[in-house]
Antibody, heavy 122, light 108 residues
Framework: QVHLVQSGAEVKKPGASVKVSCKAS????????MHWVRQAPGQGPEWMGR????????RYAEKFLDRVTLTRDTSITTVYMELTNLKSDDTAVYYC???????????????WGQGTLVTVSS | DTVLTQSPGTLSLSPGESATLSCRAS???????LAWYQQRPGQAPRLLMY???TRATGISDKFSGSGSGTEFTLTISRLEPEDFGVYYC?????????FGGGTKVEMK
């Protein structure tokens, strides 16, 4: 069974950085791209970017280009999302979500991790 | 960016009734590259449908998707308590990938 298990909740001050992990199991880790999606309180989801765990290639939404970095560690089947220069409106639940099919990018998401709440507050 | 507008914002229905949810795109969603997700309170979204009308693995046939171009519909028949929640559409034609604002299906 496919599982995506994310790291725990974080509280950060404005200007700080956060790094969230997502450990994958139950499938071939390098065969599927992994996406990151965030959801602010009461809002719809927002796509941030994706990483190809096979070669580390990334694609970011323009909005986050200068602040987000996606990486992976294939030895422990884990992907990471780091967001820098945090602002109060970065307060959201951050999800990793596997791409829909192996090897041929689909850009829909199944399944999702359980989510990590990141709170930015002074 | 492709903007997705979902309507209505809230649907108040009783168990056993059917729900019809709409998703309108600001530009053509070619190849029907549109997905639907269900989100129950406190949970992550769950994929229901991709390519506008293809049910995801394990999804009941009470869920059906239709549409093309800029107008898409998700229909849920015979509502059960576990079907109440928020539903989102998502397009995957253009980058950035975008979601609608959601339709909340609540119990009347």
């Amino acid at each position: 069974q496919v599982h995506l298990v994310q790291s725990g909740a974080e509280v950060k001050k404005p200007g700080a950085s956060v790094k969230v992990s997502c450990k994958a199991s139950g499938y071939s880790f390098t065969a599927y791209s992994m996406h990151w999606v965030r959801q602010a309180p009461g809002q719809g989801p927002e796509w941030m970017g994706r990483i190809n765990p096979s070669n580390g290639g990334t694609r970011y939404a323009e909005k986050f280009l200068d602040r987000v970095t996606l990486t992976r560690d294939t030895s422990i089947t884990t992907v990471y999302m780091e967001l820098t220069n945090l602002k109060s409106d970065d307060t959201a639940v951050y999800y990793c979500a596997r791409d829909g099919a192996p090897r041929w990018l689909q850009n829909w998401f199944d399944p999702w991790g359980q989510g990590t709440l990141v709170t930015v507050s002074s | 960016d492709t903007v997705l507008t979902q309507s209505p914002g809230t649907l108040s229905l009783s168990p056993g009734e059917s729900a019809t949810l709409s998703c309108r795109a600001s530009q053509d969603v070619t190849n029907n590259y549109l997905a639907w997700y269900q989100q129950r309170p406190g949970q992550a979204p769950r994929l229901l449908m991709y390519a506008a009308s293809t049910r995801a693995t394990g999804i009941s046939d009470k869920f059906s998707g239709s549409g093309s171009g800029t107008e898409f519909t998700l229909t849920i028949s015979r509502l059960e308590p576990e079907d109440f929640g928020v539903y989102y559409c998502q397009q995957y034609v253009t980058s950035p990938l975008t979601f609608g604002g959601g339709t909340k299906v609540e119990m009347k």
